[in-house]
């Protein structure tokens, strides 16, 4: 299925905290934008070759804008500089999606932590999960108050459910509290920095933890192909039966790239999910930091930026 793809026009650009600006994005005709649900994001293409994904957190209901939330990041590949310093209200973007990969799934209970930016995919979530009913609790952490975006709008669930620690007042988050003792049925859902989701990882039972990462999930190097973990192997394009040798050190994408397909691609770290490819024959050796456990296990899609074969062949639908 293709995805939407339109130029949009930036009607609002408003401080949500310290260092954080928030946009809100409509069709300049006044279309209608396609629907989303809780956790997806869009890819915003600011200039040539500044492309950046930005996660959706305004009311999934109101199809006539989208909000994202940017976070000046000095040290950063001058995406959020160039909103910050460059993009005004008038101004247009091309704006592709909505994708997700950090859907919220059914469950009577959930526990949200969010770091720093990372509050923005679980915003809407909070939402959903309010008018379904199921029971919630959001541990939220950040620098400074003053550096975390939308306390605001969570106020109106009150303190017994929302607990906002600065790192300036309260020290590192305590996720024994929350991770600890999670009843059946609970799923937790995190979003922040990496050292964060990496401690989340390391105390949440198996199976109940969904995360979303900005930056690329550390990998422990190993052999995982029959060749080393970066040994030749080809891949066929399922589409025109071409056969392409991925050499070692060479990722799938610049392979098929240098060999003239087009293919849609942004972050090129496999965080992103923009290159996400059906996979025909095969099994891939993933390495982004997207798909799920399940989603690894069925080996259907692969990113192709990142990830690799185990074994000497793949089969694209390329």
Same mark, same amino acid.
């Given at each position: ?14 401080? %949500?905290?310290?260092? &954080?600006?928030? /946009?809100?994005?409509?069709? =300049?005709?006044?279309? !209608?934008? +396609? @629907? ?128 906002? %620690?600065?790192?300036? &007042?309260?020290? /590192?988050?305590?996720?024994? =509290?929350?991770?600890? !003792?999670? +009843? @059946? ?134």
């Amino acid at each position: 299925m293709s995805l939407y793809e339109a130029e949009l026009v930036v009607t609002e650009r408003v401080p %949500a905290a310290d260092g &954080v600006l928030a /946009l809100t994005l409509r069709h =300049p005709l006044g279309e !209608d934008l +396609p @629907d989303w649900e809780p956790g997806a994001h869009v890819d915003v293409v600011l200039g040539p070759g500044l492309e950046r994904q930005f996660s959706l957190c305004g009311d999934p209901g109101d199809r006539a804008g989208w909000r994202v939330a940017v976070l000046r990041e000095p040290a950063g590949r001058g995406g959020s500089a160039y909103v910050h310093e460059r993009l005004g209200v008038g101004d247009k973007v091309r704006v592709r999606g909505p994708r997700n990969h950090f859907r919220l799934e059914p469950a009577p209970r959930y526990r949200f932590v969010a770091g720093g930016i990372g509050i923005t995919p679980i915003l809407p979530m909070l939402a959903a999960a309010e008018a379904a009913g199921a029971e919630w609790t959001l541990l939220y952490g950040g620098r400074t108050r003053r550096s975390m975006a939308f306390t605001g709008e969570l106020a109106r669930y009150g303190g017994e459910r929302v607990t906002v %620690a600065p790192q300036d &007042v309260t020290g /590192l988050l305590e996720l024994g =509290p929350v991770l600890d !003792d999670v +009843p @059946d049925g609970t799923l937790v859902y995190c979003c922040g920095p990496g050292p964060l989701l990496d401690a989340v990882e390391e105390r949440c039972p198996a199976g109940v933890l969904r995360v979303e990462r900005f930056q690329p999930k550390n990998r422990q190097d190993g052999a995982d192909g029959e060749d080393g973990e970066d040994g030749e192997f080809e891949v066929v394009l399922g589409r025109s039966g071409r056969t392409l040798t991925v050499a070692p050190g060479v990722s799938v994408l610049d392979t098929v790239r240098a060999a003239g397909v087009e293919v849609l691609y942004s972050c090129t770290e496999g965080t992103c999910g923009t290159c996400e490819t059906d996979v025909l024959e095969g099994t891939p050796d993933h390495r982004d930091s997207v798909l799920g456990e399940e989603e690894r296990a069925a080996g259907e899609t692969m990113l192709i930026c990142v990830s690799r074969c185990r074994g000497r062949r793949l089969v694209l639908d390329l």
